[in-house]
């Protein structure tokens, strides 16, 4: 059973930054496609970004590209993102999302962490 636990939201003011983990109890972490996606209050669940299994492609939402980024340490079964210039359109509930695949395409996750809070203030 794939377990997924996110960790580092939290209150920012505008322009600040905030990393993001996501540590995985996933026996072959190497063959998955890791990614974060959020929820604002009121909307549908979007996609922010996605890593492939090696760490060398990573896809992003147009929304957060050149301001997000997505790592990981396959050692320690941990997925980042990293957030800088931070706005208040970014408050939402960010989730880790997991799905066993060797591509950079996150499509139909298979497993979800439990959320985290990001808020951003202006």
């Known amino acids: 059973q794939v377990q997924l636990v996110e960790s580092g939201g939290g209150l920012v003011q505008a322009g600040g930054s905030l990393r993001l983990s996501c540590v995985a109890s996933?026996?072959?972490?190497?063959?998955?496609?890791m990614g974060w996606f959020r929820q604002a209050p009121g909307k549908d669940r979007e996609f922010v970004g996605s890593i492939n299994w090696s760490g060398g492609s990573t896809d992003y939402a147009d929304s957060v590209k050149g301001r997000f980024a997505i790592s990981r340490d396959n050692a320690k079964n941990t997925v980042y993102l990293q957030m800088n210039n931070l706005i208040p359109q970014d408050t939402a509930i960010y989730y880790c999302?997991?799905?066993?695949?060797?591509?950079?395409?996150?499509?139909?996750?298979?497993?979800w962490g439990q959320g985290t809070q990001v808020t951003v203030s202006s």
């Open positions: 999302a997991a799905q066993r695949a060797l591509t950079v395409i996150m499509d139909a996750p298979s497993a």
């Open positions: 996933i026996r072959m972490f190497s063959s998955y496609v």
